[in-house]
């Protein structure tokens, strides 16, 4: 009978050693692997960084960066972003490869040259778009979901000079947007014309309640 208590004694102490090592081996993989996470981050926004938000990229820094995108990209296998609180807010841009967000045909002079900001409103399925200097150029737009992460994009109003002058945008301005990474401060979308789109947040408690 003791024999019999001692062996329970021993296979229960050996079970505890188990379960103990198991959450301590799945809190160092969880750590590790959000450690990994964090470095890709930090590898991505350092070399955007050199490209000024993509207007002086050149082809071999666009392949870098977009293979950077990738495993960030790779790191977070469920693709839910609209389910997310996480994409609500307001987040300036800090790369693209969109020429026309750029300027890229106009002269330097008239091309963006302060921070480029879209606000996301997942709940009210609307997205506003602003930009500084120099024509403070604005535009609204309307989210129809197509997947758990990517949305159409109808564009509503354009706005001139900070919304001073507001045009009524034609039914043929739309878009497709697939947010393929989100978390608390950075976000990684790809467009229907195969751009891609960095972003960091800046104001989490932004909403678009209001119609611009």
């Known amino acids: 009978m003791e024999d019999a208590m001692e062996f329970a004694k021993q296979k229960s102490s050996e079970v505890e050693e188990t379960i103990k090592s198991a959450v301590t081996t799945s809190s160092s993989s969880s750590s590790n692997k959000r450690l990994n996470v964090e470095e890709l981050k930090e590898a991505l926004l350092s070399k955007i960084a050199t490209v000024e938000r993509g207007a002086s990229a050149s082809e071999e820094d ?3 960066i977009d293979l950077l995108a990738q ?6 296998k469920r693709k839910n972003a609209l389910e997310t609180e996480e994409i609500n807010g307001k987040w300036e841009l800090m790369y693209t490869t969109s020429a026309s967000i750029l300027g890229l045909t106009k002269p330097k002079i008239f091309q963006p040259s302060g921070p480029i900001y879209q606000t996301i409103d997942a709940r009210n399925l609307r997205a506003f778009n602003s930009e500084s200097a120099p024509f403070f150029n604005q535009v609204s737009a309307e989210l129809t979901p197509t997947t758990k992460s990517s949305v159409d994009v109808q564009f509503k109003k354009f706005g001139l000079f900070g919304g001073l002058i507001k045009i009524n945008a034609p039914e043929s301005a739309k878009g497709k947007l697939d947010t393929t990474f989100v978390d608390e401060d950075l976000r990684i979308s790809r467009g ?3 751009n891609l789109f960095v972003l960091l947040m800046r104001d989490r408690s932004a909403n678009l309640d209001a119609e611009y």
């Open 62 to 64: 666009k392949e870098e």
């Open 71 to 76: 495993k960030v990209e790779n790191t977070q």
């Open 192 to 194: 229907d014309k195969g």
